[in-house]
């Protein structure tokens, strides 16, 4: 059987464009979140691809740690009623958590699939 080698594609590449990790072209999502079950360029089984809850865990935390001392020094800075501050924090957060979900979900499938390779094409084990 004759394989087929593809270019190696970075995860951090395939991430933010939400590609198929392998071939780099192929789209990974056939949802905003679901994974697709075939690459249509190269074939690889994505449908074995589970990120389970890593990127929404890692996007609290960094989210965290970036919006809430910008939140604190603005509420520092203006003198905004607490109304507006919940109105445009939860706007804030929630339009970069819903921005950066789908990256975050394609750089760890993209991950899985460098680093857990033979586990990830071989099939299920009996």
């Not at 389970?52 to 935390?61: E, Q, T, W, Y």
């Not at 804030?92 to 921005?99: I, P, W």
């Amino acid at each position: 059987m004759t394989e087929t080698h593809y270019p190696r594609v970075s995860p951090f590449t395939a991430g933010l464009r939400c590609a198929c990790p392998r071939c780099g072209r192929g789209k990974l999502f056939r949802g905003f979140l679901t994974v697709a079950d075939r690459c249509a360029v190269c074939g690889l089984d994505l449908a074995r691809q589970d990120s389970g809850d890593g990127p929404a865990v890692f996007l609290i935390f960094i989210l965290g740690f970036l919006v809430v001392p910008v939140a604190l020094w603005v509420s520092m800075t203006v003198n905004w009623p607490l109304w507006l501050h919940t109105i445009v924090w939860s706007v804030v957060v929630l339009g970069l958590t819903l921005g950066m979900l789908r990256p975050a979900k394609a750089y760890v499938v993209a991950l899985q699939y460098r680093y857990r390779r033979s586990d990830l094409e071989e099939g299920p084990k009996a």
